[in-house]
């Protein structure tokens, strides 16, 4: 008793450090090695079967005193800790109300705000899944990540590591190597989990240690069909609407089944009914090294998995109608490929997509845009497009059945919520965002420029020339993406670099896959993003990586950049930590840790009952961790710089973080020369030769109101990064720019001495549009702080929003634009995003 009181106050102390800090603003600083604190929880769960339910207990009285001093940042934290506790707990004895008082606790989180909500609903539902069908959670997520499949589940889940070697360190290479290769063999992966189905029904009646042994000498054909077995009776009880019934049958079933798996009463020797900790094999995992701003990586994924569908069943008849008018389509907008470039649409090209019709797009509802009809349809339609937080958007065909196409079995149910009640709140964000409620009011387009984007004015409605405008909206979740059979797991290691290959691939990847899916038929696709400190060297011939206490100093090899910073940053990964207070503690606190710590190896463990364990680093177990419960994105918006370059040639560029010009991006390309930069030097702003510049942009306010300006400077550099970087700045203007200009005031020249610029001036602006020309001056543009992506001599700049390409609207309205005779109605324009998997969600 004096033992178990001991464990219980040590598990207590490890919790209370485990959700130290969470939501008082804390600085990474401070933070530092908060990750290590929910690895060492789980490291002392995982010595004793008992303690699981002791850490579920001690969850469950913490949720309760947040409920009474509503803290709301813990309660993400706590959802997520039952639900990964509850998926590694061996057994539940019959008479545990443990479950039930999980239910009661987390259902009076269910009238929270989001995302708090929807995390707990999250948790309520696989509650109620593990009372009909315990263990049915770590059954079905090792099947998944394995690759197991039955006649009625064909689920599956791939995970692909992506990394430059060049970014990381040597350390992580070597671990992310190892991680890719240790896997379960099928056959052990079937003796894993009917050891866990049956340890997680009955306890200890039956023993562990002997059914490894009969079910050792069995063939793998022979396991598949016990497995297959099993995995039925689990689904079937789950299905059940009675709990009791449901368990009942499931043991039941099992029962059935011993005499094929060969086991026998357990006699009650501590070698033979005692639990077992069966710990979670490792996911099927995949490692590329990737420095490109494409997907094409990819494919070869897609080839095996294609090579492992039989024949009989491939692709579905209407994915092949679908795919070949997706091609006729594609011709025919390859002829107006002058609106759409590079996976971005010209924001005067963005205002032309109305509502006037329902858009048929791609079978993937992952790269489809939401379309709405402003005059029949419902109200409720139009107030969902402010709904939830997400880059994912509904795909219309599978709501309203259009061209002949096959109505599928739920579409009664989905059609349905779209015509629920509205509440007070959601009406009024309808008539924010231009819903047929705001009909007396038509929004058109300010006289002053045609070359420059401009915003919306209303005034009341008078006969005027067809102008086609659109409102900005954030997209908003699908409800289809739980249809795709295989979810791909992407996860990039870098810095903001690398976040800004990943956007730049990602919106490639939309537009062609947009026009003819092929990644998306199959894949799911989810993006998860690990920071990397990059070494300020790394990025030449292989800098050194610091170790130890180093790591809580800047890594800097040699003398500091001219521009007071690393040479790639961290932005996006504090930027998602100050969305989601738990991916800072367990992924941002990865920069402050030591890496000879986090990387290193331990062997395996043996147990007493003679199974082997595989014990993985903290850098390979967080990793995994971020995989298995992120699953809630969050969007971090993408912008597009329309680029004229000498000659008149003009291409357009994707960044996610940061665009640098001038002389900040011509310093960049002088240290990605290597050891040949030292030839050239690199100097500071004062020794910079100025540029002279025109700068309009478009200044945002804090009440929201923006104002155009235009102004002549003589600058060294003008740098536009994302505004966001502080949590008072979380607002609806998150997408906004920070225009920094470094403007010469005086300059000294001399015969003598090189001339130099005596007095600078930085000016700091909030912006969401940017036209910088340089007129017969050309300049350097770099974006993402990524050395391959310094583009030259470049004459004229246009930065905006980056927003959804939606081409088969555009299309069919160009068609038709001599028919109208009446203005176009607003439609709305959505923006695009770069979705990363975070553990709650973007909070209020």
């Given at each position: 008793m004096?033992h178990?009181?001991?464990?219980?106050?040590r598990?207590?102390?490890?919790?209370?450090?485990?959700?130290d800090?969470?939501?008082?603003?804390?600085?990474?600083s401070?933070?530092?090695?908060?990750?290590?604190?929910r690895w060492s929880l789980?490291?002392?769960v995982?010595?004793d079967?008992?303690?699981?339910?002791?850490?579920?207990?001690q969850?469950?009285r913490?949720a309760?005193?947040?409920?009474e001093?509503?803290e709301?940042e813990?309660?993400a934290?706590?959802?997520?800790m039952?639900s990964?506790?509850l998926?590694q707990?061996?057994?539940?004895?019959v008479?545990?109300?443990l479950?039930?008082?999980?239910?009661a606790?987390?259902?009076r989180?269910?009238t929270?705000?989001e995302?708090?909500?929807?995390v707990?609903?999250?948790?309520?539902?696989t509650?109620c899944q593990?009372?009909?069908?315990p263990g049915?959670s770590?059954?079905?997520l090792?099947?998944q990540e394995?690759?197991l499949?039955?006649p009625m589940?064909?689920?599956?889940?791939i995970?692909v590591?992506l990394?430059?070697?060049?970014?990381?360190?040597?350390?992580?290479?070597?671990?992310v190597?190892?991680l890719s290769?240790?896997?379960?063999?099928q056959?052990e992966?079937?003796i894993?989990?009917?050891?866990?189905?049956?340890q997680?029904a009955?306890?200890?009646?039956?023993s562990?240690?002997?059914?490894?042994?009969?079910?050792?000498d069995?063939?793998?054909e022979?396991?598949?069909?016990?497995?297959t077995?099993?995995?039925?009776?689990?689904?079937?009880?789950?299905?059940m609407?009675?709990?009791?019934?449901?368990?009942?049958?499931?043991?039941?079933g099992?029962?059935?089944?011993k005499?094929r798996?060969?086991i026998?009463?357990?006699?009650?020797r501590?070698?033979e009914g005692?639990l077992?900790?069966l710990?979670?094999?490792i996911a099927r995992?995949y490692?590329y090294?990737?420095?490109?701003?494409?997907f094409?990586?990819?494919?070869?994924?897609?080839?095996?998995?294609l090579?492992q569908?039989?024949p009989?069943?491939?692709?579905?008849?209407?994915d092949?109608?679908?795919?070949?008018k997706?091609e006729q389509?594609?011709e025919?907008i390859s002829e107006e490929?002058?609106?759409?470039t590079n996976?971005c649409?010209?924001?005067?090209a963005?205002?032309?997509?109305?509502?006037?019709?329902?858009?048929?797009?791609?079978?993937?509802?992952?790269?489809?845009?939401l379309?709405?009809?402003?005059?029949?349809?419902a109200?409720?339609?139009?107030s969902?497009?402010?709904?939830?937080?997400?880059?994912?958007c509904e795909d219309?065909?599978?709501?309203l059945?259009?061209?002949g196409t096959?109505?599928?079995p739920?579409?009664?149910?989905?059609?349905?919520m779209l015509?629920?009640p509205?509440?007070s709140?959601?009406?009024?964000?309808a008539?924010?965002l231009?819903s047929?409620?705001?009909?007396?009011f038509?929004?058109?387009?300010s006289?002053?420029?045609?070359?420059?984007?401009?915003?919306?004015?209303?005034r009341?409605?008078e006969?005027l020339?067809?102008?086609?405008?659109?409102f900005r909206?954030r997209?908003i979740l699908?409800?289809?993406?739980?249809?795709?059979?295989?979810t791909l797991?992407v996860?990039v290691?870098?810095?903001?670099?690398?976040?800004g290959?990943?956007?730049?691939a990602y919106?490639?990847?939309?537009?062609r896959e947009?026009?003819?899916?092929?990644?998306?038929r199959?894949f799911?696709?989810?993006f998860f993003?690990?920071p990397?400190?990059?070494s300020s060297?790394s990025?030449?011939?292989?800098?050194?990586?610091?170790?130890?206490?180093s790591l809580l100093r800047?890594?800097v090899?040699?003398?500091q950049?001219?521009l007071g910073?690393e040479?790639?940053t961290?932005d996006?990964a504090?930027f998602?930590?100050?969305l989601d207070?738990w991916y800072?503690r367990n992924?941002?606190s990865?920069?402050s840790l030591?890496i000879?710590?986090?990387?290193?190896?331990?062997?395996?463990?043996?147990t007493d009952?003679g199974?082997?364990?595989?014990?993985?680093s903290?850098l390979a177990?967080?990793v995994?961790?971020?995989?298995?419960n992120?699953?809630r994105?969050?969007?971090v918006?993408?912008?597009?710089?329309?680029?004229?370059?000498v000659?008149g040639d003009?291409?357009?560029e994707?960044?996610i973080?940061?665009l640098?010009?001038?002389?900040?991006?011509?310093?960049?390309?002088?240290k990605?020369l290597?050891?040949a930069?030292?030839?050239?030097?690199?100097?500071?702003d004062?020794?910079?030769?100025p540029l002279t510049?025109?700068?309009v942009?478009?200044?945002?306010?804090?009440?929201?109101r923006?104002?155009?300006?235009?102004?002549d400077?003589v600058?060294?550099?003008?740098?536009l990064?994302?505004?966001c970087?502080?949590?008072?700045?979380?607002?609806?203007?998150?997408?906004c720019?920070?225009?920094t200009?470094?403007?010469?005031?005086k300059?000294?020249?001399?015969?003598?001495k090189k001339?130099?610029?005596?007095?600078?001036?930085?000016?700091e602006?909030?912006?969401?549009?940017?036209?910088?020309?340089?007129?017969n001056?050309?300049?350097a543009?770099?974006?993402d702080?990524d050395e391959?992506?310094?583009i030259?001599s470049?004459?004229?700049?246009?930065?905006?929003?980056c927003?959804?390409?939606?081409?088969?609207t555009?299309?069919?309205?160009?068609?038709s634009?001599?028919?109208?005779?009446?203005?176009?109605h607003?439609?709305?324009?959505s923006?695009l995003c770069l979705?990363?998997?975070?553990?709650?969600g973007?909070?209020?």
């Amino acid at each position: 008793m004096q033992h178990t009181t001991c464990t219980e106050d040590r598990i207590h102390h490890a919790l209370e450090r485990c959700l130290d800090g969470l939501g008082t603003g804390s600085s990474l600083s401070r933070s530092s090695g908060l990750c290590m604190n929910r690895w060492s929880l789980e490291e002392l769960v995982k010595r004793d079967p008992d303690n699981f339910l002791i850490l579920l207990h001690q969850i469950l009285r913490k949720a309760k005193e947040v409920q009474e001093t509503s803290e709301y940042e813990l309660v993400a934290p706590l959802a997520i800790m039952f639900s990964n506790t509850l998926l590694q707990t061996p057994y539940f004895p019959v008479d545990s109300q443990l479950l039930m008082e999980a239910y009661a606790v987390f259902h009076r989180f269910l009238t929270w705000p989001e995302p708090y909500c929807s995390v707990c609903r999250n948790l309520l539902s696989t509650l109620c899944q593990e009372m009909k069908a315990p263990g049915i959670s770590y059954h079905r997520l090792v099947r998944q990540e394995q690759g197991l499949v039955t006649p009625m589940q064909k689920s599956k889940t791939i995970t692909v590591l992506l990394m430059n070697p060049v970014d990381v360190p040597p350390q992580f290479l070597s671990v992310v190597e190892q991680l890719s290769q240790t896997h379960q063999s099928q056959k052990e992966a079937y003796i894993t989990l009917i050891k866990h189905a049956y340890q997680a029904a009955h306890g200890t009646k039956y023993s562990l240690p002997c059914m490894q042994k009969a079910l050792q000498d069995k063939s793998l054909e022979e396991l598949s069909q016990i497995f297959t077995a099993v995995s039925e009776l689990m689904e079937s009880a789950a299905s059940m609407e009675d709990p009791e019934k449901a368990r009942a049958d499931l043991l039941q079933g099992l029962e059935g089944l011993k005499e094929r798996v060969g086991i026998h009463v357990s006699n009650g020797r501590r070698s033979e009914g005692q639990l077992q900790t069966l710990p979670l094999p490792i996911a099927r995992t995949y490692m590329y090294e990737w420095d490109k701003d494409n997907f094409d990586i990819l494919n070869q994924i897609l080839e095996d998995e294609l090579a492992q569908i039989p024949p009989e069943e491939g692709l579905d008849e209407d994915d092949d109608e679908e795919e070949e008018k997706g091609e006729q389509d594609e011709e025919e907008i390859s002829e107006e490929d002058d609106v759409v470039t590079n996976g971005c649409v010209d924001h005067r090209a963005s205002t032309i997509s109305t509502m006037s019709t329902l858009s048929t797009v791609s079978k993937d509802s992952m790269f489809s845009t939401l379309s709405a009809v402003s005059n029949c349809s419902a109200p409720s339609v139009l107030s969902m497009v402010s709904g939830a937080d997400s880059d994912f958007c509904e795909d219309m065909e599978d709501i309203l059945p259009e061209r002949g196409t096959k109505t599928k079995p739920c579409l009664s149910q989905r059609f349905s919520m779209l015509f629920k009640p509205r509440s007070s709140h959601s009406l009024s964000r309808a008539k924010s965002l231009g819903s047929p409620e705001t009909k007396d009011f038509v929004v058109v387009r300010s006289k002053r420029s045609n070359s420059l984007p401009q915003h919306a004015q209303l005034r009341k409605p008078e006969r005027l020339p067809l102008k086609p405008v659109c409102f900005r909206r954030r997209p908003i979740l699908s409800c289809d993406e739980d249809s795709k059979s295989t979810t791909l797991r992407v996860v990039v290691f870098g810095a903001d670099h690398a976040a800004g290959k990943v956007a730049r691939a990602y919106s490639s990847l939309r537009l062609r896959e947009s026009t003819s899916p092929h990644l998306t038929r199959v894949f799911k696709l989810q993006f998860f993003f690990i920071p990397v400190r990059r070494s300020s060297c790394s990025s030449n011939s292989g800098g050194s990586w610091k170790t130890s206490d180093s790591l809580l100093r800047d890594s800097v090899c040699g003398e500091q950049s001219s521009l007071g910073m690393e040479d790639s940053t961290n932005d996006i990964a504090r930027f998602i930590g100050m969305l989601d207070p738990w991916y800072e503690r367990n992924m941002l606190s990865l920069l402050s840790l030591p890496i000879d710590v986090l990387c290193q190896q331990t062997s395996k463990t043996e147990t007493d009952f003679g199974v082997c364990g595989e014990r993985l680093s903290i850098l390979a177990d967080l990793v995994l961790y971020y995989c298995r419960n992120a699953v809630r994105p969050v969007l971090v918006q993408l912008y597009q710089a329309e680029l004229t370059l000498v000659g008149g040639d003009k291409r357009t560029e994707v960044f996610i973080h940061s665009l640098e010009l001038g002389h900040a991006a011509g310093t960049r390309a002088i240290k990605a020369l290597g050891a040949a930069s030292k030839r050239f030097g690199i100097d500071g702003d004062r020794e910079a030769v100025p540029l002279t510049l025109e700068v309009v942009y478009n200044k945002v306010g804090v009440s929201g109101r923006s104002q155009w300006n235009r102004t002549d400077k003589v600058c060294t550099s003008i740098n536009l990064t994302k505004a966001c970087k502080k949590p008072e700045e979380l607002d609806s203007k998150m997408e906004c720019l920070q225009l920094t200009m470094t403007e010469v005031l005086k300059r000294q020249n001399s015969r003598c001495k090189k001339a130099y610029n005596q007095q600078l001036s930085i000016t700091e602006v909030k912006v969401d549009k940017v036209q910088v020309s340089g007129g017969n001056t050309t300049f350097a543009v770099c974006l993402d702080q990524d050395e391959k992506k310094i583009i030259q001599s470049v004459t004229r700049c246009e930065v905006s929003v980056c927003y959804k390409p939606d081409i088969m609207t555009d299309r069919r309205l160009r068609k038709s634009l001599s028919t109208y005779t009446e203005p176009l109605h607003p439609t709305f324009c959505s923006l695009l995003c770069l979705p990363i998997a975070t553990f709650s969600g973007a909070h209020p």
